[in-house]
């Protein structure tokens, strides 16, 4: 089964930092878009950040712009969002997804179409 797997979540107190990854399963990455998406209790998922093919084009949501960074290891078949300043607004599941069809980020959710299990990231004291 062609799936993402991601990893680096947990509790962490505000202001602290994370850093997910999100590594392909059974295929490469490297002609796909990737985002980084969220969902929190109660709230449909949004998207947060998405990188292109070649990782040089990054979009983030207004929200976590200059907190979050999105990055890709190609060789590695590897997506990591470093999440810094991290505040109870960010407590949610973390998916990540690519775009199969497309190099470039797209800005519609339903163009990403191959889907991770997600990894909960709770901000709290």
């Known amino acids: 089964q062609l799936q993402f797997v991601e990893s680096g979540g947990g509790l962490v107190q505000p202001g602290g930092s994370l850093r997910l990854s999100c590594t392909a399963s059974r295929f490469t990455i490297d002609t796909y878009a990737v985002g980084w998406f969220r969902q929190a209790p109660g709230k449909e998922r949004e998207g947060v950040s998405c990188i292109n093919s070649s990782g040089d084009s990054t979009i983030y949501v207004g929200s976590v712009k200059g907190r979050f960074t999105i990055s890709r290891d190609n060789a590695k078949n590897t997506v990591y969002l470093q999440m810094n300043s991290l505040n109870s607004e960010d407590t949610a599941v973390y998916y990540c997804?690519?775009?199969?069809?497309?190099?470039?980020?797209?800005?519609?959710?339903?163009?990403?179409?191959?889907w991770g299990q997600g990894t909960q990231v709770t901000v709290s004291t």
């Open positions: 997804a690519a775009a199969t069809a497309s190099s470039r980020c797209e800005s519609q959710i339903y163009e990403y179409d191959l």
